[in-house]
């Protein structure tokens, strides 16, 4: 066991699921905050338990191969980003090796994992960003003096956000809307001097900003940009009004209101300022609307291989397939082709609502969305009776996408039920995806193989799809 401050020399080995790296001190785990496999540093521990340290790099001695120089001034201060120091074709190997170890230690799962599928552009890929408004900045130097910030939250931090000038996940054009914001709570704007603009407050529960939301259609180059504020207020039109006159780019302006305490980019209430309301996006040769609350896949290109993917592992053509958490309808729609019927199952009316506008706009008829808590459908003695009294039939084929926080036990423990010859399990989060295959497996399915996706380059996440089939 080390001593809380201690300064070490440590020789790091690998890299852990969350990000961090990994060095041994005879054996004695310790995890490292800014260090890539093969660096030697001192570090200095932070924390000091009986099983395991943590430390921060307080100087490399010999760097890596493998490392590389981070292109953003707010690496290792702001969380987004934690690999942007590591080389990326090495991003892609230990993202494999994390689906891996999540499958063999949770799942009990040994199978094929294919190679990561990577991206071609590793910056300027999201296509949405969400931004903070605090009157709480993070300082990073003694010297700043910012009194207003809009950016992202600093890690662990809650309280206080970074100000922001320039995110490299975000084209050009997103930045200057960001920076055309960060114009608007400058204590000298007249936003704020004569019409007394201001900044949310959560410990007063007031003020009128909350959150910036900006998205962008990678197939139109449409920009959408929506403003959480604290309530309704006219000054949101003078906004809009110079937002339009200045930034001619944009196409749709939206107010959400957001009068609760939750710290969340949603709302409730919406107003259209100006523009359509929505943007339209492709995958695949399909069309998705999305309006400002709709859920989409922040990575439009790499949504398409991830879809591409899924239709692989699907294979030939069959009767009935069931996509379960199927959000605003892009996975059903755009395997609509490889079914006779598609049902989407999706407890958010909104979501349920965007789907079948964007069945509609597709023109493809043999989709159709339930909305439904499929925690429901699942419980009670008999499972499959909730089911035939909605007149559902037996999938051929299941397509599961849930949340980061997987599946419910009733859920896994009852998918055997439903009788599918195939179930193609697509995750953002490999260790509930793996602990939630071990109980699939239990039920009747052997697991085939894995095929890990990579739809956020910098950072540790990691889409993996593993596919089962009936014994």
Not at 43 to 52: E, F, G, P, Q, V
Not at 138 to 151: N, P, S, V
Not at 263 to 288: M, N
Not at 445 to 470: C, G, Q, S, W
């Amino acid at each position: 066991m080390i001593a809380r401050d201690e300064v070490v020399e440590l020789k790091i080995d690998s890299l852990a699921f969350e990000g961090k790296a990994i060095a041994r001190l005879d054996g004695y785990v310790v995890f490292v905050t800014g260090a890539v496999p093969g660096d030697v540093v001192r570090a200095r521990i932070t924390k000091s338990k009986r099983d395991y340290a943590e430390a921060k790099v307080v100087e490399i001695l010999s760097a890596s191969p493998s490392r590389v120089t981070p292109r953003c001034d707010y690496f290792g201060v702001c969380g987004g980003c934690k690999w942007q120091h590591l080389e990326y074709t090495q991003q892609l190997k230990y993202k494999r090796l994390h689906v891996v170890d999540a499958l063999e230690r949770t799942g009990g799962l040994k199978i094929d994992v294919a190679d990561t599928v990577g991206a071609e552009d590793t910056y300027e890929y999201r296509n949405k960003l969400e931004f903070t408004f605090s009157d709480r900045p993070f300082r990073i130097k003694e010297i700043d003096t910012t009194q207003a910030a809009l950016g992202f939250h600093a890690p662990g931090r809650f309280d206080k956000v970074i100000d922001i000038d320039h995110c490299h996940l975000a084209d050009g054009k997103i930045n200057e809307i960001l920076n055309w914001f960060k114009k608007t709570i400058d204590p000298n704007s007249d936003y704020v001097s004569e019409m007394g603009l201001s900044i949310y407050n959560s410990n007063a529960h007031s003020g009128l900003l909350r959150f910036l939301t900006i998205r962008k259609s990678f197939a139109t180059n449409e920009y959408m940009v929506s403003l959480i504020v604290l309530e309704k207020d006219d000054r949101v039109e003078r906004i809009a009004s110079d937002l339009r006159r200045d930034l001619a780019f944009v196409s749709t302006f939206a107010s959400i209101v957001n009068p609760t305490r939750a710290q969340v980019a949603s709302g409730d209430f919406c107003k259209v300022h100006f523009g359509s309301g929505f943007i339209t996006e492709k995958i695949g040769g399909y069309s998705f609307r999305i309006s400002p609350l709709s859920f989409f896949q922040t990575n439009s290109v790499q949504a398409e291989r991830l879809y591409d993917v899924t239709k692989e592992e699907i294979g030939k053509k069959c009767g009935t397939i069931f996509d379960l958490y199927s959000g605003t309808g892009s996975i059903s729609i755009f395997l609509s082709s490889l079914a006779d019927r598609i049902i989407g199952f999706e407890l958010v009316e909104s979501a349920v609502k965007d789907a079948a506008q964007n069945a509609a706009l597709n023109r493809v008829g043999n989709v159709s969305f339930v909305r439904t808590d499929l925690l429901d459908l699942f419980k009670g003695r008999n499972p499959l009776e909730n089911f035939e009294q909605m007149n559902l039939p037996r999938p051929d084929v299941i397509v599961l996408d849930p949340p980061r926080s997987g599946l419910h036990p009733k859920i896994s423990s009852n998918l055997h039920l439903l009788s599918a010859e195939r179930i193609v399990y697509v995750s953002c989060n490999p260790m509930t995806q793996a602990r939630d295959l071990k109980d699939i497996v239990s039920h009747g399915y052997r697991a085939l193989h894995a095929r890990p996706v990579d739809m956020f380059p910098h950072t540790y996440h990691i889409e993996n799809i593993v596919t089962l089939e009936k014994t």
